[in-house]
């Protein structure tokens, strides 16, 4: 890997914890000089449960889902909210998210078997994958999933096979690419025409689509499925896409005399990684996709869909922090200082696979200012595991706890055994408790696959 850029304007920034925002979890506080989360002191987290860790605000978690029910709601009654279990997925999640009255998307066999063991209910479940393999197809429907999305025409042909095999038809969408290339990575955009997923509106693919689904006896079309891409901050994408998509339906009623009685618009809300991120709000994010959608319905006079969305990052991004002992200090004389932690890109892959940005502090120094620059490595053998780059810091030193804050999503799913790290465990906590939802893996648990004969 490319050695690390040196960057000679990298500053201290001198903020304490409570200035870093929106970056922060719903109930971070500052007490006796240490981080706490949900009531409980992020310190006495790290030493009782080891680190690495994650530590999950689940107050923060319930606030968001309400907050999407409500600002969504706010303007259609018919609207319904789709955790994406991709970002984070555990037991404890599914049961959360079945106490806020949402629903849930798998993207995976693996996914769903954790639904399943939670006992979500499977009529509330949405399957999804560009991919999926027969095994995955045969549990999805065993399972009574609520829908399948649709991704291509050979998983449609499957799917009818498999539900006239049992006497049943499946509740499907379709998943179109509305050729929208939203503002954000190019690793995370999906909604544009050169996308693995989906149907594509260029040359009739999705139409074709369409009308293959209405010919088959077994599967049972219920509407459309989009998403654009994820940690989008300019809402004028879902705009876009929503007129294209709604013209879609249009044409669709008109050549097919088939209405579209669901939309699915896919997630990607973006949140705050960094102290000069603005993202936009959930409320502000429920008016444009649901008002745009009742314009557009109406400016063809169709009738205004059953309306889901599909956030994720935006639910438990920043309700999550992940902690770490401090082990060894590096000056490199005029180039930088690492900061080497008990973790790194078995945790956290993000930074290494796309240059993830993250706002850190130390947790047993939280009321004090971020008065150096460090780089903060990780403990991997691998010259590009860090986790933040010339980052304002408060002086560290061997045996402080370093907390990273917004690692909630996409870093506890993405996780290695690389270098055979076991993978940390998962904490959540709120009003004063902390319980232990996942736990931290062991040597044994790294042994457990290995066939007996060899050993």
């Avoid at 049972?220 to 876009?240: C, N, R, V």
């Avoid at 990684?273 to 557009?296: A, L």
């Avoid at 850190?360 to 490595?377: G, H, S």
Wanted: with cysteine.
């Amino acid at each position: 890997m490319a050695q690390i850029a040196h960057n000679p304007d990298a500053r201290p920034d001198y903020k304490s914890t409570l200035d870093l925002g929106a970056v922060l979890p719903q109930t971070a506080e500052v007490k006796g000089g240490h981080l706490w989360i949900g009531g409980v002191d992020t310190v006495t987290l790290a030493r009782e449960f080891g680190t690495a860790l994650y530590v999950m605000d689940e107050e923060h978690i319930r606030t968001q889902l309400r907050n999407y029910l409500e600002w969504t709601r706010y303007h259609w009654k018919d609207v319904d909210v789709v955790y994406a279990g991709k970002a984070f997925i555990s037991i404890a999640m599914c049961k959360l998210v079945e106490e806020e009255g949402c629903y849930l998307d798998v993207s995976s066999g693996g996914e769903l078997a954790v639904a399943q063991a939670a006992g979500f209910p499977a009529s509330r479940i949405l399957a999804h994958g560009n991919n999926k393999t027969l095994r995955e197809l045969v549990e999805a429907i065993d399972a009574g999933v609520g829908r399948i999305v649709v991704d291509s025409l050979e998983e449609l042909a499957r799917i009818n096979g498999l539900a006239l095999e049992r006497g049943l038809r499946q509740p499907i969408l379709i998943r179109v690419t509305p050729g929208v290339v939203a503002d954000t990575h190019q690793y995370i955009q999906t909604g544009s025409e050169d996308s693995k997923f989906g149907f594509g509106l260029r040359d009739g693919l999705a139409l074709a689509a369409i009308q293959e689904a209405l010919a088959l006896p077994g599967v049972e079309l219920k509407g459309l499925h989009m998403h654009i891409g994820s940690q989008i901050f300019a809402l004028h994408s879902y705009a876009k896409a929503i007129e294209v998509i709604v013209h879609f339906m249009d044409e669709i009623r008109e050549k097919t005399g088939f209405t579209v009685s669901e939309l699915d618009t896919g997630g990607g809300l973006g949140i705050a990684y960094g102290v000069p991120d603005e993202p936009s709000t959930i409320k502000e994010f429920g008016k444009v996709i649901v008002d745009d959608i009742k314009e557009h319905c109406e400016q063809h006079a169709l009738p205004v869909p059953r309306i889901l969305v599909e956030p994720g990052r935006s639910i438990v991004a920043n309700a999550g922090v992940s902690l770490y002992i401090v082990g060894t200090i590096k000056a490199i004389p005029n180039i930088r200082t690492y900061v080497a932690v008990d973790g790194g890109m078995t945790d956290n892959i993000r930074p290494a696979l796309y240059g993830a940005h993250y706002e850190p502090i130390i947790a047993n120094k939280a009321d004090q200012p971020r008065d150096t620059v460090v780089t903060i490595a990780g403990k991997h053998c691998e010259s590009g595991d860090v986790l933040v780059v010339d980052t304002p810091l408060q002086a560290a030193e061997v045996g402080d706890t370093l907390c990273i804050f917004a690692t909630g999503a996409y870093c506890q799913t993405m996780s290695s055994n690389y270098n055979k790290q076991v993978r940390p465990g998962v904490v959540f906590v709120r009003d004063g408790r902390a319980r232990l939802v996942v736990r931290r893996e062991s040597y044994d648990d790294l042994l457990r696959c290995e066939v007996s004969e060899c050993l």
